[in-house]
């Protein structure tokens, strides 16, 4: 069984800055794409970032220059670095990782840290 374990979220002014961390751990052979997904009270869950296990990276636009995506891949671990933050960045954060598993893929999701931006 793989876990993701989410941290650092919290609370924080607008302008300020959180680093979310997202460790999977349990039985895996190799980990594709990492992402982040956040979902804003009344809204549908999107994408964030997302980095690929060769390190490339998309941005959703609304965060583009403000947030940077990161991963180890020896520590099965991904980032994001949020800076700038906005009020509307308020939500919580969802961690995402397609696990690789004889010829298939399968997402597993963490279980989500809370991000509120105050103005």
């Known amino acids: 069984q793989v876990q993701l374990v989410e941290s650092g979220g919290g609370l924080v002014q607008a302008g300020g800055s959180l680093r979310l961390s997202c460790a999977a751990s349990?039985?895996?052979?190799?980990?594709?794409?990492m992402g982040w997904h956040r979902q804003a009270p009344g809204k549908q869950r999107e994408l964030v970032a997302v980095i690929t296990s060769g390190g490339g990276t998309y941005y959703t636009d609304s965060v583009k220059g403000r947030f940077t995506i990161s991963r180890d891949n020896a520590k099965n671990t991904v980032y994001l670095q949020m800076n700038s933050l906005k009020p509307e960045d308020t939500g919580v954060y969802y961690c995402?990782?397609?696990?690789?598993?004889?010829?298939?893929?399968?997402?597993?999701w963490g279980q989500g840290t809370q991000v509120t931006v105050s103005s």
């Open positions: 995402r990782a397609d696990l690789v598993s004889g010829l298939s893929t399968q997402a597993r």
């Open positions: 349990g039985s895996i052979f190799r980990i594709n794409a």
